[in-house]
């Protein structure tokens, strides 16, 4: 079993020391820096050749020539948080924090680079290692398959792993088909009629308008959406109006839109739009509507889930694996390289001994004892493939 191997002893410290260097200098979006300079410097240690896809994105390659690669992905960015202390190496930027495990990620890859380095011999097929950018936007995964990281050599299967406070530390957690999301974010503003609160009939009240368009985007889920078939439809934001005796000219409001099937998201989209441009005519206002398409639902190809789930049993022992009954409307770039390769998605949990909050929370606290099984796992799909 590869998580047994005395090897683990030397790469685990080595591999949690990085984590702590990346947690401590998170960095956002596309501008991630100093995350690749930590990332180049052990992969130059290591001897492991790699280039710059894009600015900040690193890709490396370990293994014989030639196409039929796997890809193992991990995600360098971290969020807008202010980090509540509860580590001995806290976040040193103030408003920024490695809130949703990318770190972790990272140092995982790394950890199984290592690995995979000293027993190269056993590779059968190319390695590429993808470590990208912005996965919490605006999208670091789409500009690197642009630039070719699934070309040279030729990936014809991907994995990743993201931390879950969902599941026990070291268990991974696979789901065939239907894994996560996709997401579509709007912004909507109406634009009324001002007047005096105590004469509304002379305005067109903004404010009226979107509580009528919040209520009517509303129905699409309960009353248009088959309910086996996910769909959500959240306003997440609104802002308006002056003063209590001011009929209010302008409204502004943002929300988001997911969806689990490419078909779902489409007709989605499109009746969003119809519901605020029709709303908005019916009562006699104004509307700017501007909606972002953002990430694609994440589908984890069946068979080779199943062939993961199989090596992974083998090498990390049954205890350590279970499946995912649900899919989540959580969103996720690797969508970009499901769509192309197949590909699966690593669920590694994260709680035990000092775990508090779940992710994306400024006091996300995990048991590092995990970080081992996910690099293992990261390991035993290059070699067990």
Not at 160 to 173: K, P, Q
Not at 246 to 272: F, P, Q, Y
């Amino acid at each position: 079993m590869i998580v047994k191997d005395p090897l683990w002893e030397e790469i685990e410290p080595w591999m949690l020391e990085i984590r702590r260097t990346i947690h401590r200098h998170p960095e956002l979006g596309l501008e991630t820096p100093h995350t690749q300079s930590v990332i180049e410097t052990a992969l130059d240690l290591l001897g492991i050749s790699h280039t710059r896809p894009i600015a900040h994105g690193v890709k490396a390659e370990i293994g014989p020539k030639g196409d039929n690669a796997i890809l193992l992905r991990a995600d360098m960015d971290g969020l807008p948080v202010t980090e509540i202390p509860r580590v001995a190496f806290p976040s040193e930027i103030p408003g920024r924090m490695h809130a949703c495990g990318h770190d972790c990620h990272t140092a995982m890859l790394l950890g199984a680079a290592r690995y995979l380095k000293a027993n190269e011999s056993r590779l059968t097929r190319p390695l590429v290692l993808m470590f990208q950018p912005a996965e919490e936007g605006p999208g670091g995964a789409l500009p690197m398959i642009e630039s070719g990281v699934l070309e040279h050599p030729r990936v014809t299967q991907a994995a990743m792993i993201h931390v879950s406070d969902g599941l026990a530390s070291g268990v991974i957690g696979l789901r065939e088909g239907p894994a996560m999301g996709g997401c579509d974010d709007f912004a909507v503003t109406v634009h009324g009629k001002g007047g005096h609160g105590s004469a509304p009939h002379t305005g067109v009240d903004a404010i009226l308008v979107a509580t009528a368009i919040i209520q009517s985007l509303q129905s699409l889920v309960s009353r248009e959406q088959d309910p086996l078939d996910p769909l959500v439809v959240s306003v997440g934001t609104i802002y308006g109006g002056y003063r209590e005796n001011v009929i209010a000219d302008r409204v502004e409001m943002t929300g988001t839109i997911r969806s689990l099937t490419a078909s779902t998201r489409k007709r989605a989209v499109e009746r969003v739009r119809e519901v605020v441009e029709q709303v908005a005519h019916l009562h006699r206002a104004e509307v700017d509507l501007t909606i972002d398409v953002g990430y694609p639902p994440a589908f984890a190809d069946i068979e080779w889930t199943r062939h993961v789930k199989h090596i992974l049993e083998r090498e990390l022992g049954t205890e350590s694996l279970t499946n995912i009954a649900q899919p989540t409307m959580g969103v996720e770039d690797f969508a970009y390289v499901a769509e192309r390769v197949p590909a699966t998605i690593l669920n590694l949990g994260i709680v035990g001994q000092g775990f508090t909050t779940g992710l994306h929370s400024a006091g996300l606290l995990i048991d590092e004892k995990a970080l081992r099984y996910g690099a293992a796992a990261f390991a035993a799909v290059a070699l067990g493939s």
